[in-house]
């Protein structure tokens, strides 16, 4: 992805919040020299704002987009720390993902004084306050000395000068990082707004000094440039950022699940046999096989098939509706990629989308995609809610937990049919309020919430793992039939040796 010929989008006109990510977005694109196309809008009909877009890639999220803005000029540019690290996690497991993407705009959004935007830098300020430790404290404190944050070695005895603590100059450390420069962003534009100044914000000497420093990277006449190109709204409206989930196993006690409840439901669905369409590996590059080291994935492969086939059926009776259409299938949580490039090959008709929030997995599945001359394929690299587009069938393999049922909740968004193999039941916990248990109003109305969360366990003990796994597979189905949708079943993929978590759920509106 080069620099210049990126595209990047931005919505600065609706939520203050959203407005902020994107002005900080653009903060830190005029620092790496970007002055390429800006769109101010919600830039993608697939993705979220603030992203980027280059070629078949798209790109959501403040972290995600500084990123790759930032690895487009340098991959290892010092902006990413040490092994390019720097915002490489998502909001759910990097505090300061979360911090810049939920936090800090949604307290920005709000703030109407010099002082509420000091509280809002209270995360800034105590990581000022605790002194900086890195992996090799003798090279670090040699460097702090080229910097003139620590006394020359000299000065003091040899045990002092190890016991100094040294004061990071920047939030990561001794230089300067993309989060610095993404939060100062935040801060000005909302300073702008209210028309007050650096200085009126309050705060201790080391928050000042920061500000300070941050500052010192801009000149007068890049900052007038860049505010001039903005136009926020001044006051923010309900804030859409969501909440993280909250593990609810230590929580829950251990329930004895009632036999008469698992039979009502297990009796609600019998498993129903999918077309048998043969795969002719033989005949498929080896691009398209999953591999484990040197040999091909055996069991991967067995539940591409298994997937093909539902997908298949999906695809036939949308098709017969309106034959000129061109369908969208989107691969949640793909990985490397590995389903949605086997049906993009399989449904060259078929428009296909790969989401996904590493991009490791990602860059691996484009270079198959390049090399396989596959043109109806687009990457995107956002987390599965920032997935804001229309689309026809949704698909995921082994979706982790709570990740399948946001997969089916982006389905019945856009009335989107259904092809999912859910996996991991046992980390099934509540997102309030997108995602709530039990899903349907028929298993409410038979098991209580702490039995919903001990039956999501037991599917992840062999022993009793079937029964349990049809339950909580049940309520999915019923979730889609409170939904609206006409035809909903439950299949396995095939062999059932290819996976332990071998139920495959089928769903058309």
């Given at each position: 992805?080069?620099l210049?010929?990126t595209?990047i989008?931005?919505d600065l006109d609706s939520a203050?919040c959203?407005a902020?990510q994107?002005?900080?977005v653009?903060f ?7 002055r390429g196309?800006?769109t101010?809008?919600a830039g993608?009909?697939l ?6 877009r280059?070629?078949n890639v798209?790109?959501s999220?403040v ?9 487009s000029?340098d991959p290892r540019?010092?902006?990413l720390g040490?092994h ?5 996690g998502?909001?759910?497991?990097s505090?300061w993902?979360r911090?810049?993407?939920?936090e800090l705009?949604c307290?920005l959004?709000t703030?109407?004084t ?9 995360k ?5 306050e605790t002194?900086?430790?890195g992996?090799?404290q ?5 460097e702090a000395?080229?910097?003139?944050i620590?006394?020359?070695h000299?000065?003091v005895?040899?045990d002092?000068?190890l016991?100094?603590p040294?004061i990071?100059?920047y939030?990561h450390g001794?230089?300067?990082g993309a989060?610095?420069l993404?939060?100062?962003?935040m801060?000005?534009?909302k300073?702008?707004t209210l028309?007050?100044?650096?200085s009126?914000?309050p ?6 000094e920061?500000l ?8 007068v ?6 505010f001039?190109?903005l ?6 409206v309900?804030?859409s950022?969501?909440?993280l989930s909250?593990?609810?196993s230590?929580a829950?006690?251990?329930t004895?699940?009632?036999e008469g409840?698992?039979?009502?439901l297990?009796e609600r ?6 077309p048998?369409i043969?795969?002719n590996?033989?005949a498929?590059?080896?691009?398209l096989?999953?591999?484990?080291g040197n ?5 991967k492969?067995?539940?591409?098939a298994?997937i093909l086939?539902g997908v298949?059926g999906c695809v036939?009776?949308?098709?017969s509706?309106?034959p ?5 299938i989107?691969d949640?949580c793909s990985?490397?990629?590995h389903?949605?490039?086997?049906l993009?090959?399989?449904?060259p008709?078929?428009?296909?989308s790969?989401?996904e929030?590493k ?8 270079e198959?995609v390049?090399?396989?001359g596959?043109?109806n394929?687009t ?8 997935f ?8 995921s393999l082994?979706?982790?937990g709570s ?7 982006q389905?019945?968004?856009v009335g ?7 996996c991991c ?7 309030p ?6 899903r349907?109003?028929?298993?409410q109305e ?6 919903y969360?001990a039956t999501?366990r037991?599917a ?6 079937e029964?349990?796994m049809?339950?909580?597979?049940i ?12 035809s909903?079943?439950i299949?396995?993929l095939?062999?059932l040796?290819c ?7 089928v769903a058309?509106?």
């Amino acid at each position: 992805m080069d620099l210049e010929s990126t595209e990047i989008f931005v919505d600065l006109d609706s939520a203050l919040c959203q407005a902020l990510q994107g002005s900080s977005v653009l903060f830190l694109s005029h620092y790496m020299g970007h002055r390429g196309l800006v769109t101010r809008d919600a830039g993608s009909n697939l993705v979220a704002s603030p992203g980027c877009r280059s070629d078949n890639v798209l790109v959501s999220g403040v972290a995600n987009t500084c990123r790759h803005l930032i690895l487009s000029v340098d991959p290892r540019h010092p902006l990413l720390g040490l092994h390019a690290g720097c915002l490489s996690g998502t909001k759910e497991v990097s505090p300061w993902t979360r911090y810049l993407e939920v936090e800090l705009p949604c307290q920005l959004s709000t703030a109407i004084t010099a002082e509420e935007i000091g509280k809002c830098l209270g995360k800034i300020q105590e990581t000022l306050e605790t002194p900086f430790i890195g992996h090799n404290q003798r090279k670090i404190r040699q460097e702090a000395i080229k910097l003139g944050i620590l006394p020359d070695h000299g000065v003091v005895s040899h045990d002092e000068w190890l016991a100094l603590p040294i004061i990071r100059p920047y939030v990561h450390g001794l230089h300067l990082g993309a989060t610095d420069l993404l939060v100062l962003g935040m801060v000005l534009v909302k300073l702008r707004t209210l028309k007050l100044e650096v200085s009126d914000i309050p705060g201790t000497k080391l928050l000042q000094e920061w500000l300070a420093r941050v500052m010192k990277c801009y000149d007068v006449t890049t900052l007038t440039s860049f505010f001039n190109s903005l136009h926020l709204p001044a006051h923010s409206v309900a804030c859409s950022c969501n909440s993280l989930s909250t593990d609810v196993s230590a929580a829950v006690p251990p329930t004895t699940l009632d036999e008469g409840t698992l039979t009502k439901l297990e009796e609600r669905f019998e498993y129903r046999v999918l077309p048998n369409i043969v795969t002719n590996w033989d005949a498929l590059s080896v691009l398209l096989k999953p591999q484990r080291g040197n040999k091909n994935n055996t069991n991967k492969m067995h539940q591409l098939a298994s997937i093909l086939r539902g997908v298949q059926g999906c695809v036939e009776t949308l098709s017969s509706v309106d034959p000129t259409r061109t369908l969208r299938i989107v691969d949640f949580c793909s990985g490397a990629g590995h389903l949605g490039i086997f049906l993009a090959y399989h449904f060259p008709q078929c428009e296909v989308s790969l989401v996904e929030t590493k991009w490791g997995s990602l860059r691996y599945a484009k270079e198959r995609v390049d090399k396989l001359g596959l043109s109806n394929v687009t990457v995107c690299l956002c987390h599965l809610a920032q997935f804001t587009g229309r689309f026809d069938i949704g698909v995921s393999l082994h979706a982790c937990g709570s990740a399948t049922d946001a997969v089916l909740s982006q389905c019945v968004r856009v009335g989107a049919a259904v092809v999912s193999s859910p996996c991991c039941y046992g980390k099934i916990t509540p997102s309030p309020p997108t995602l709530s248990y039990p899903r349907s109003d028929l298993v409410q109305e038979v098991l209580t919430e702490s039995a919903y969360y001990a039956t999501s366990r037991q599917a992840d003990h062999m022993s009793e793992n079937e029964r349990a796994m049809k339950c909580i597979d049940i309520d999915r189905l019923e979730f889609l039939k409170d939904n609206g949708y006409q035809s909903v079943s439950i299949s396995k993929l095939e062999p059932l040796t290819c996976s332990p978590k071998n139920n495959l759920l089928v769903a058309v509106k």
